[in-house]
């Protein structure tokens, strides 16, 4: 049921005689330049999404070392008491 080798270069000949050699070197060029680009833009999305969780990590760990200590973005909190009011 599948394709031997002899099918498949009877195949390959009918595509060189209907596209051309320089045809078929520029899809295969462009196919290839394609699947570069796109590994090169998932690794890039992954490096971006590793650095922002990291990133966010950080903030919330700073916020609660902030919320602990009484720092605010403002600065230090002062409580009041009744008879400072």
Known sequence: MGF???ELLIILAIVLVLFGA???RNIGGDLGGAIKNFKTA???EENTTTTTETENSEKKQQAQLDKDSGT???GTVEHK???QV
């Open 4 to 6: 031997g080798v002899t």
């Open 22 to 24: 320089k045809k078929l």
């Open 42 to 44: 998932m690794k890039d």
């Open 72 to 74: 605010t973005i403002e």
């Open 81 to 83: 008491t009744k008879d």
